[in-house]
């Protein structure tokens, strides 16, 4: 992502669903339709070097903050569902309804080991 205007630095998370986001960071000021086209432009760049597995589930590019609107927490009361239950369960039947809401950014799942929780994160975009 070298040569995008103002951009501070860049981070990435991935989690054992296979779902990885990079985050960039910009100045105060930056105006973000010009940062995201200035990304989705160097993105392009790198999709054909991609796996083909990850070019057909897809690559997006958001804006947001990092505001908290809201966290949703899915569990097994009575442990009949795994973590990986409960994570299919919430991309089938939740992340993408929630997905298609205006005016928040992409909903994130983090996991909670002790309960096998997994939490919708929703932000303001």
Known sequence: MSGIDNLIYMSSTSDDTGQSTTTLTFMPGTNP??????????????????????????????KSTNAFLMFVG??????????FDIANYVVSHVQD???????????????????????????PS
């Open 74 to 83: 899915f569990i097994s009361t009575d442990n009949s569902m795994s973590k």
């Open 33 to 62: 339709d010009i940062a995201q086209v200035q990304v989705q432009n160097k993105l392009q760049l790198a999709v054909p070097l991609l796996p083909a597995q990850v070019q057909q589930a897809g690559v997006r590019v958001t």
């Open 97 to 123: 309804p929630i997905s298609r809401v205006n005016g928040r950014r992409q909903p994130q799942r983090a996991g909670d080991p002790v309960r096998d929780a997994h939490l919708a994160r929703l932000e």
